[in-house]
């Protein structure tokens, strides 16, 4: 979800909600259900520098803010259909 990152942090929530497509790897309902809980300070990224950017940035935009977006976005895709496409 980290890619999420600039686009729910700088953009409007419907702005972001209509750009975000969700292409999951494997099921539906277990992508969603894990983005629904999706948590900032738990994500790891594959380098600590870039982490520790992201974070920075994440704290100073408001983490919680950061992760109701992506939750909700979720929500939102679970209640659209199952297939890839614009959630």
């Known amino acids: 979800a980290w890619e999420l990152f600039v686009l729910f942090s700088f953009a409007q929530h419907e702005l972001a909600s209509e750009r975000a497509?969700?292409?999951p790897l494997h099921g539906d309902v277990v992508v969603l259900a894990q983005l629904e809980r999706f948590d900032a300070?738990?994500?790891r990224?594959?380098?600590p520098n870039e982490e520790a950017r992201l974070r920075g940035v994440i704290?100073?935009?408001g983490a919680d803010e950061f992760n109701?977006?992506?939750n909700t976005w979720a929500s939102q895709c679970r209640g659209r259909s199952r297939?890839?496409?614009r959630c």
């Open 21 to 23: 497509v969700l292409v």
């Open 41 to 43: 300070t738990k994500a």
């Open 45 to 47: 990224c594959y380098d």
């Open 59 to 61: 704290q100073a935009f």
């Open 68 to 70: 109701r977006r992506i």
């Open 83 to 85: 297939r890839p496409s």
